[in-house]
């Protein structure tokens, strides 16, 4: 019998137990034992959960019961979350979680003293939902040269996103139903503004590069700025635009997250609504996607009970390699794409005289572009030696 405690009790920690008390069969296959949900901690009291029993205010409790073996921390947020970590894998108690905050801030440190205490720290959970990434990147894939992992890592803007799209809704009116559908939570700046995806592309490229990157060192755009001419735009050409999170491993290793015009014919074009995707950019292997629910109970319930089996099955090895803290990145500046460009129509000779080689798109109200590749210092140059400012500036995968 393997004792566990869950450290908050909400719509994950819920989705964790149901999980396990309902597909006890499988996991017992799986993980080759029973599962004793011993504790579970929460500020609540839940009466009517057949837990009711397990529920405990005091962490010490758990920390201090010999018995209790993993902690599954699905509480959200820096902390306690970290405290609260640290305390378990001193204690000698494996843990595994599905908050990306904590892990895009603290990961190195915790797989560091995982290491040290001979236990293991899982969070396959915390990109893409339900959707297996890490896992089969690091112990499948990881014997490849990877040089990029990118993905749509957040499924509340994809689903606005596919909105704007599909039903030609404004960025308003699309945000405004997935507030309604319970997608987007009531303040959704974490997900609109590409905070969310920021977290997922550094844990994602840390485990490539080793390196856990800042996240206030990342580029981050999110998805507030698109315009309806935006979204004609790229149909135009034969593009849908999509929030990317964007991982490279080179000299120096860089991520970024910013809305991309996606052709049609590459795959993360087809991930629509609220679905996540991560494709992986490796060498002999070419190129993979991963592809499913990046959030909701039963999904998330699903990687972090499968982290769970891993520690069962294959005791406290190590899960993923240790991680520097990273101080320095590839300049974003730097970083060449092709730009979409779009301005005031008045501008249209001088853009086409400064970017001689671009695609124009037909459009009756704007000038709009697509330039050659070149960095974003370039580009800027390129913009300010004539004067214009862009009313939009959207970077083609
Ligand atoms: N808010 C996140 C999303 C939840 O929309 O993808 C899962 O991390």
Do not use: W
């Not at 959200?76 to 599905?98: D, F, N, R």
């Not at 507030?224 to 990317?244: P, Q």
């Amino acid at each position: 019998m393997t004792s566990i405690a869950i450290l908050g009790f909400g719509v994950v920690g819920g989705g964790v137990a149901d999980l396990i008390i309902h597909n006890s069969k499988e996991v017992n296959h799986h993980g080759g034992d029973d599962i004793n949900i011993k504790y579970v901690l929460d500020l609540r009291d839940f009466p009517d959960s057949p837990l009711a029993d397990r529920v405990v205010h005091d962490y010490s409790v758990i920390l201090s019961d010999p018995d209790v073996s993993v902690v599954i921390e699905v509480m959200g947020g820096s902390h306690p979350a970290y405290e609260y970590t640290v305390a378990a894998l001193k204690a000698g108690k494996s843990v595994i979680t599905s908050n990306k905050e904590v892990v895009a801030n603290f990961g190195d440190e915790f797989l560091a003293l995982a290491r040290e205490n001979g236990v293991c720290y899982r969070f396959e959970a915390a990109v893409g939902g339900g959707i297996p990434v890490i896992s089969p990147m690091l112990s499948c894939v990881g014997q490849n040269k990877i040089s990029e992992v990118r993905g749509i890592l957040n499924g509340t803007t994809n689903y606005i996103l596919t909105q704007m799209f599909t039903y030609g809704r404004s960025f308003e009116s699309a945000l405004k139903d997935a507030q309604e559908k319970g997608y987007a939570e009531r303040n959704p700046d974490a997900d609109i503004l590409g905070t969310d995806a920021c977290r997922k592309i550094a844990i994602l490229t840390s485990l490539i590069t080793g390196a856990l990157i800042p996240t206030e060192l990342i580029h981050t755009e999110g998805i507030t700025k698109i315009r309806d001419n935006d979204v004609r735009a790229a149909e135009a050409v034969g593009c849908t635009i999509k929030l990317v999170g964007r991982g490279f491993a080179g000299e120096k290793p860089f991520c970024t997250v910013a809305p991309f015009l996606v052709p049609s014919d590459m795959p993360l074009s087809g991930v629509s609504g609220v679905y996540n995707a991560v494709e992986i950019i490796a060498e002999p292997l070419g190129n993979i996607m991963l592809y499913g629910q990046g959030a909701g109970a039963g999904a998330t319930a699903s990687a972090v009970v499968g982290d769970l089996m891993q520690v069962m099955r294959m005791g406290t090895g190590c899960y993923a390699p240790v991680l520097n803290k990273c101080t320095d990145i590839a300049d974003y500046d730097g970083f060449a794409s092709r730009f979409y460009i779009a301005a005031d129509k008045a501008y249209s000779d001088i853009v086409l005289e400064a970017f001689p080689s671009a695609v124009v798109i037909p459009s009756e109200s704007e000038c709009a572009i697509i330039t050659e590749s070149m960095s974003e210092r370039e580009l800027s140059d390129r913009l300010s030696a004539i004067g214009v400012t862009p009313l939009s500036k959207i970077r083609v995968l």
